[in-house]
């Protein structure tokens, strides 16, 4: 009797609700198929017929002028955000300090929110070593961290010599901008009124650091070779990259400048500048040194804010944009649908529940049937166009496909905090930069003692992986396909992550 009840559920209940969800995999697994496949159209497109933004966009280099001298340069404002950044500072202010602009018309700003007494005394070194040298440099505190970053830059826009500056160039800490950045970004703005923001890619300097930063640099590079690209050019709009970036100060205020209601504030700002009508260009040929989160705690970290705060911009924006009177209705959908709900929210639920739920549980649903397109040829061809964006890691695809699933849990459990607006949904956690990447030891590291082998185990990780494992040893023994040489690797992926054996 308890047989017959069972098999009774099984067939009335549970198999009807598992094809059900896999219906939805597949539908949804198309609409990420279709989005993929037309951004690289796109950026096929640009590369066969050259449509640099030179060549979309009037672009020529600054002349000196003999009557007007220096004048005929506009002043910029260059913000260098900060927080306790012990091993990188100094290169950045570096960075910042060397690009080649006239001396009269330009301003470095660091914004120290430090609270190690040490750190804010060297910062302040830093800057006073530079103001000798003739920059002009400002070190701006303030005696709170509300809103964090957005915080620290609303606050230093509030200063009276902003208001001489035209344009705003923006770096993290950890950027390095070449000394032609701003001769090569500003004569966008300057010759294309339309323009609000211009953007350069990251280049990473410790790509190499271990199999962990080689997976982000592809990820990345598919990124600002995929999205940013893609955005720019046929819809001259994209999400701003937080650094690396120069603004019109006139297309901020317009849009009310920076708020910190979210953790991607710079998301915030472009989508609002973007639907008061203004444009945006990606430059991929501007590169910016930058360096990539070696410690797999610290990528969990940067990789919850990366998905949460979009979901909950998301949440707090709808509204909003469906009631835009300034752009198109094309453009609306096309951030609402495209921008958001596919890429920043239904991508992290798919991937993680999809390939790490629905696929194991599979083993135990003989009578539903998922298509080999689904489980093969769409992921292929996604793998593929990512690798493509980095050739030189091609042979690490594999690697890269069982790590993205892993992370896409974090990911899908950021998307749900953002949405949801759950406890930790404004938590900010810098990202630690290690600077010995960089290849310059500025001050000793400071390491903090283990306490126990159990400290670097990731339960979460370790939970999924096993559930794997057990559906791959329950397919190689009862199985009728080869679904299991897959499924032991995810768990072997997910076991490695959850005991703490990635990153340095």
Same mark, same amino acid.
């Given at each position: 009797?308890?047989?017959?009840?069972?098999?009774?559920?099984?067939?009335?209940?549970?198999?009807?609700?598992? &094809?059900?969800?896999?219906?939805? *995999?597949?539908?949804?697994?198309?609409?990420?198929?279709?989005?993929?496949?037309?951004?690289?159209?796109?950026?096929?497109?640009?590369?066969?017929?050259?449509? &640099?933004?030179?060549?979309?966009?009037?672009?020529?280099?600054?002349?000196?002028?003999?009557?007007?001298?220096?004048?005929?340069?506009?002043? /910029?404002? %260059?913000?260098?955000?900060?927080?306790?950044?012990?091993?990188?500072?100094?290169?950045?202010?570096?960075?910042?300090?060397?690009?080649?602009?006239?001396?009269?018309?330009?301003? @470095?700003? /660091?914004?120290?929110?430090?609270?190690?007494?040490?750190?804010?005394?060297?910062?302040?070194?830093?800057?006073?070593?530079?103001?000798?040298?003739?920059?002009?440099?400002?070190?701006?505190?303030?005696?709170?961290?509300?809103?964090?970053?957005?915080?620290?830059? &609303?606050?230093?826009?509030?200063?009276?010599?902003?208001?001489?500056?035209?344009?705003?160039?923006?770096?993290?800490?950890?950027?390095?901008?070449?000394?032609?950045?701003?001769?090569?970004?500003?004569?966008?703005?300057?010759?294309?009124?339309?323009? !609000?923001?211009?953007?350069?890619?990251?280049?990473?300097?410790?790509?190499?650091?271990?199999?962990?930063?080689?997976?982000?640099?592809?990820?990345?590079?598919?990124?600002?070779?995929?999205?940013?690209?893609?955005?720019?050019?046929?819809?001259?709009?994209?999400?701003?990259?937080?650094?690396?970036?120069?603004?019109?100060? +006139?297309?901020?205020?317009?849009?009310?400048?920076?708020?910190?209601?979210?953790?991607?504030?710079?998301?915030?700002?472009?989508?609002?500048?973007?639907?008061?009508?203004?444009?945006?260009?990606?430059?991929?040929?501007?590169?910016?040194?930058?360096?990539?989160?070696?410690?797999? $705690?610290?990528?969990?970290?940067?990789?919850?804010?990366?998905?949460?705060?979009?979901?909950?911009?998301?949440?707090?924006?709808?509204?909003?944009?469906?009631?835009? &009177?300034?752009?198109?209705?094309?453009?609306?959908?096309?951030?609402?649908?495209?921008?958001?709900?596919?890429?920043?929210?239904?991508?992290?639920?798919?991937?993680?529940?999809?390939?790490?739920? %629905?696929?194991?549980?599979?083993?135990?649903?003989?009578?539903?049937?998922?298509?080999?397109?689904?489980? #093969?040829? #769409?992921?292929?061809?996604?793998?593929?166009?990512?690798?493509?964006?980095?050739?030189?890691?091609?042979?690490?695809? /594999? *690697?890269?496909?069982?790590?993205?699933?892993?992370? +896409?849990?974090?990911?899908? $459990?950021?998307?749900?905090?953002?949405?949801?607006?759950?406890?930790?949904?404004?938590?900010? #956690?810098?990202?630690? $930069?290690?600077?010995?990447?960089?290849?310059?030891?500025?001050?000793?590291? /400071?390491? $903090?003692?283990?306490?126990? @082998?159990?400290?670097?185990?990731?339960?979460?990780?370790?939970?999924?992986?096993?559930?794997?494992?057990?559906?791959?040893?329950?397919?190689?023994?009862?199985?009728?396909?080869?679904?299991?040489?897959?499924?032991?690797?995810?768990?072997? !992926?997910?076991?490695?992550?959850?005991?703490?054996?990635?990153?340095?």
């Amino acid at each position: 009797m308890d047989t017959m009840w069972l098999t009774q559920v099984r067939s009335l209940l549970l198999v009807p609700m598992f &094809k059900c969800l896999v219906d939805i *995999c597949l539908v949804i697994s198309l609409l990420v198929f279709v989005e993929s496949v037309y951004m690289n159209i796109v950026v096929i497109y640009v590369k066969l017929f050259k449509r &640099k933004p030179e060549k979309i966009y009037k672009w020529e280099a600054m002349q000196e002028d003999i009557e007007l001298g220096d004048q005929n340069y506009p002043m /910029v404002l %260059v913000q260098i955000p900060m927080y306790n950044e012990r091993e990188v500072f100094q290169l950045s202010i570096g960075a910042a300090c060397r690009l080649t602009w006239p001396l009269d018309r330009v301003i @470095i700003q /660091v914004l120290d929110d430090s609270t190690d007494p040490t750190i804010m005394e060297m910062v302040s070194m830093e800057c006073a070593k530079w103001a000798s040298k003739g920059i002009n440099i400002k070190c701006e505190r303030r005696d709170n961290r509300n809103g964090y970053k957005a915080g620290a830059l &609303k606050q230093g826009m509030r200063h009276s010599y902003v208001k001489q500056c035209n344009y705003i160039a923006i770096f993290d800490a950890d950027f390095q901008p070449e000394p032609d950045y701003l001769h090569r970004t500003i004569p966008f703005l300057i010759h294309n009124p339309e323009l !609000a923001l211009v953007q350069a890619r990251w280049k990473f300097v410790n790509a190499n650091e271990c199999l962990m930063t080689r997976m982000q640099e592809m990820s990345l590079n598919y990124h600002f070779m995929a999205e940013q690209e893609s955005g720019s050019t046929r819809h001259a709009f994209f999400g701003f990259n937080g650094t690396a970036g120069v603004w019109r100060l +006139a297309g901020m205020e317009e849009a009310g400048g920076w708020k910190d209601r979210t953790t991607v504030e710079d998301m915030d700002l472009a989508v609002r500048v973007g639907l008061h009508g203004w444009k945006f260009v990606f430059v991929n040929d501007i590169e910016v040194k930058s360096e990539l989160p070696s410690q797999f $705690k610290a990528f969990r970290f940067q990789q919850h804010r990366w998905s949460c705060g979009p979901a909950n911009l998301f949440r707090k924006m709808t509204m909003e944009i469906i009631h835009n &009177k300034r752009v198109m209705i094309w453009k609306k959908l096309y951030v609402i649908y495209s921008f958001f709900f596919l890429r920043k929210i239904l991508v992290h639920f798919f991937t993680f529940f999809f390939y790490c739920i %629905v696929l194991p549980t599979s083993v135990f649903f003989y009578e539903v049937n998922i298509p080999t397109w689904s489980t #093969v040829y #769409v992921p292929f061809m996604i793998t593929l166009f990512t690798a493509i964006a980095t050739p030189r890691s091609f042979y690490l695809v /594999v *690697c890269w496909v069982l790590f993205e699933n892993v992370m +896409a849990m974090h990911r899908t $459990k950021g998307t749900f905090i953002g949405l949801l607006e759950g406890g930790r949904v404004n938590e900010w #956690v810098v990202t630690e $930069k290690l600077g010995d990447a960089l290849q310059t030891k500025l001050l000793p590291q /400071v390491k $903090k003692p283990r306490n126990g @082998i159990l400290q670097g185990l990731n339960v979460k990780e370790m939970m999924v992986g096993i559930y794997i494992l057990c559906c791959a040893c329950y397919d190689f023994a009862f199985g009728t396909t080869v679904l299991y040489i897959y499924l032991f690797m995810q768990a072997l !992926a997910f076991i490695i992550c959850g005991v703490g054996f990635v990153g340095t």
